[in-house]
């Protein structure tokens, strides 16, 4: 795990690289916060630790210039001058935590731990659109809310693409919004002892739950259980699940509906994916037609939402003024531009990185949109491995279940 140290004492700096030297960091010390800049130019963090008083520009500069670099990194906060505005709008630029002058080492220690946990499984982003119009989903989200009073197993069942991971977050976080989530696939196995120590108070989604054998899922859920986790699966078809696993998964069962029985939720998800996604490529939100939506009411979505996204950013990407571009049919699968954002001006070696990394973003996207292999198969296709596959999508912020 890649820490970046940025403290100008030197002495205190030296104290705390030791306090690290026998853990899982891999630390970068320095300390001017220009420097944190170039080094964080270089290549990605997963915890930034800095004072606030710094030379040459503050702790809180620097800490927003590095999430607007990589707003995945982790971030603390030290000092001496606990100033509670200073500290207020730390956490409103996403600094995590906050470690007043003086402080144990062993809080230290404390603290970059559970910044470890969240690093790798962060906690579902509370901004992420839930859409429950229709009576069915409204249905299944009161039963979610009850379900949140247990720490029970829960299963989540459905045809591809209907949010079952979905779900499965929204229960975290009516469970416990701020405890690490990670969610893995039954084709890459599920966390080792080693990890699920980091996941204490926090819950594991395993997709395809029907890709891992019981042997292997019954040993994981006993870890799970030693350690306080809680347990969350998913699957198309429960009947086809093992009985091993469907006895010990099968107490808290909901099945999500397929895109067809609950027509209501079609607009709402459109119109909100469709901002979103606007959004992220740094254009306006193109007019809908009404023949469009009166064909997005018609057409029978197989791929669910999943196939929804799709059409919509093949739309999206073909569009060219202020009224969106016709769906892609049905089967279709590439075409379309992509649209970058700029990036903030520097050298051109660096603004092509800022793009080159932004593109890697769109098209893991688009690629996970459109799959419609399992997620090993899907690396495979990317010529990367499943293990690189899940690190790029980590770095994107892009959610684990879908890799
Ligand atoms: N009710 C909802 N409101 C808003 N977005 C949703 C909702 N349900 C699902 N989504 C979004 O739709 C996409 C597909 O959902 P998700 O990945 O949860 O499906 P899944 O059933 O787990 O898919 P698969 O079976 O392929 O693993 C995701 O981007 C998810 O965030």
């Not at 403290?7 to 630390?27: H, N």
């Not at 590095?66 to 707003?71: D, H, M, T, V």
């Not at 054998?213 to 019954?218: C, E, G, K, M, T």
């Not at 992220?280 to 196939?307: C, F, T, Y």
């Amino acid at each position: 795990m890649r820490v970046l140290l940025v403290e100008d004492k030197d002495s205190f700096r030296r104290m705390l690289v030791q306090a690290l030297e026998a853990g899982p960091w891999e630390v970068t010390a320095v300390g001017d916060p220009r420097e944190a800049l170039g080094v964080l130019d270089a290549g990605p963090f997963d915890i930034l630790v800095t004072d606030l008083r710094l030379p040459s520009m503050s702790g809180l500069e620097l800490l927003k210039a590095a999430k607007r670099a990589q707003p995945n990194l982790r971030a603390v906060v030290m000092s001496a001058f606990g100033e509670p505005a200073d500290i207020v709008e730390a956490i409103r630029w996403g600094a995590d935590d906050f470690l007043p002058k003086p402080f144990d080492l062993d809080v230290f220690a404390a603290v970059l731990e559970r910044l470890r946990s969240l690093r790798m499984a962060p906690p579902p982003d509370p901004r992420e659109p839930w859409i429950v119009h229709s009576p069915a989903m409204a249905a299944l989200d009161q039963a979610l809310v009850k379900a949140a009073g247990t720490s029970l197993p829960v299963l989540f069942h459905g045809e591809p693409g209907t949010g079952k991971a979905r779900a499965a977050r929204r229960l975290h976080a009516l469970r416990h919004p701020q405890a690490p989530f990670l969610a893995c696939d039954g084709a890459l196995g599920v966390p080792g002892p080693a990890d699920l120590g980091l996941l204490r108070g926090g819950s594991v989604y395993v997709a395809g739950l029907d890709r891992l054998p019981a042997p292997a899922l019954v040993g994981a859920m006993e870890g799970m259980e030693g350690q306080g986790v809680h347990w969350m699966g998913g699957c198309a078809n429960p009947e086809a699940l093992p009985e091993a696993t469907r006895l010990r998964m099968g107490v808290l069962t909901f099945r999500l509906p397929p895109l067809r029985e609950r027509r209501e939720d079609i607009l709402p998800l459109f119109r909100t994916f469709l901002e979103l996604h606007a959004r992220r490529e740094g254009r306006s939100v193109p007019i809908v037609e009404r023949a469009m939506e009166k064909e997005l009411l018609h057409r029978d979505w197989p791929g669910n939402l999943r196939q929804l996204t799709w059409g919509l950013t093949q739309a999206l990407g073909g569009t060219a003024g202020s009224v969106l571009a016709p769906l892609p049919p049905d089967g279709a699968r590439r075409g379309g531009s992509m649209v970058l954002p700029f990036p903030e001006a520097g050298t051109l070696e660096a603004m092509l990185g800022a793009v080159s990394r932004a593109a890697e973003g769109v098209l893991l996207r688009r690629a996970l949109e459109g799959r419609t292999s399992e997620p090993a198969a899907l690396a495979l296709e990317l010529g990367l491995t499943p293990r690189a596959l899940a690190k790029a999508l980590r770095e994107h912020g892009i959610p684990l279940e879908d890799d």
